[in-house]
């Protein structure tokens, strides 16, 4: 079954570094979102993306963040001078086209800002 | 408002019993109505979904009850196991079919042999 990888699985960051997350959705899929995760808390949208362009950003989302389709596969999330509080999960998901289509999940990007 | 709120934030029950998570949103604007399970390292999982128009929805072990002028809707999962044991994420995403997914608050669920 098609699935959303994402790399790396962790990444350890000293704040105040840039740092790009990656993605790869799953083929023939044209919405695309980040997700991310605090530690024993719930998953918060941050970002999506469709036709190159961002359709609905989170007030997390601010100019810090920055998201791009580089290529005809990858989806990148890009936080450009990391916090301390940028410590989290961070999922990609894609949806294919068609009403009540369900957002796939890839297994996320553990950051750790030290 | 855009919460969904979930309950039990945790959950144990014996294997075989019934395991029963409850959501409960306030935006009429939400029509599709997703369950996700996640395991300890791994990215939500897509279980079951529902659409308002539906009051019940089974698939196989695994059953979604919606009950629309409530605004409520809530999980069963029948003759539980322990490889059920995940944390579980009721969800809700607007019209339109491609708008952002708000989760709930998530259920941690051990079921105990």
């Known amino acids: 079954e098609p699935e959303v990888t994402q790399t790396p699985s962790h990444q350890v960051t000293q704040m105040g570094q840039e740092v790009i997350l990656r993605c790869v959705p799953i083929?023939?899929?044209?919405?695309f979102y980040w997700y991310r995760q605090i530690l024993g808390q719930k998953v918060e949208f941050l970002v999506s993306?469709?036709?190159?362009?961002?359709?609905?950003k989170s007030e997390i989302f601010d100019d810090q963040f920055s998201v791009e389709r580089p290529d005809g596969s990858n989806f990148t999330l890009k936080i450009r001078s990391t916090k301390l509080e940028d410590s989290a999960m961070y999922f990609c998901?894609?949806?294919?086209?068609?009403?009540?289509?369900?957002?796939?999940f890839g297994d996320g990007t553990r950051l750790s800002i030290l | 408002q855009q919460q969904v709120k979930q309950s039990p934030q945790s959950l144990i029950v014996q294997k075989g019993g019934i395991s029963i998570i409850n959501c409960a949103y306030e935006?009429?604007?939400?029509?599709?109505f997703p369950w996700y399970q996640q395991f300890p390292g791994k990215g939500p999982a897509l279980l079951i979904a529902?659409?308002?128009?539906?009051s019940e929805k089974k698939e196989g072990r695994f059953t979604i009850s919606f009950n629309k002028s409530a605004k409520q809707f809530s999980l069963h999962i029948m003759d539980s196991q322990p490889g059920d044991s995940a944390t579980y994420f009721c969800?809700?995403?607007?019209?339109?079919?491609?708008?952002?997914?708000?989760f709930g608050t998530g259920t941690k669920l051990q079921v105990i042999p």
């Open positions: 998901a894609s949806q294919d086209s068609g009403l009540y289509q369900p957002q796939h």
């Open positions: 993306f469709y036709n190159n362009e961002i359709s609905e």
């Open positions: 529902i659409r308002p128009d539906v």
């Open positions: 969800a809700a995403r607007g019209s339109g079919g491609y708008q952002k997914v708000t």
């Open positions: 083929s023939n899929h044209l919405y």
């Open positions: 935006n009429t604007a939400f029509d599709y």
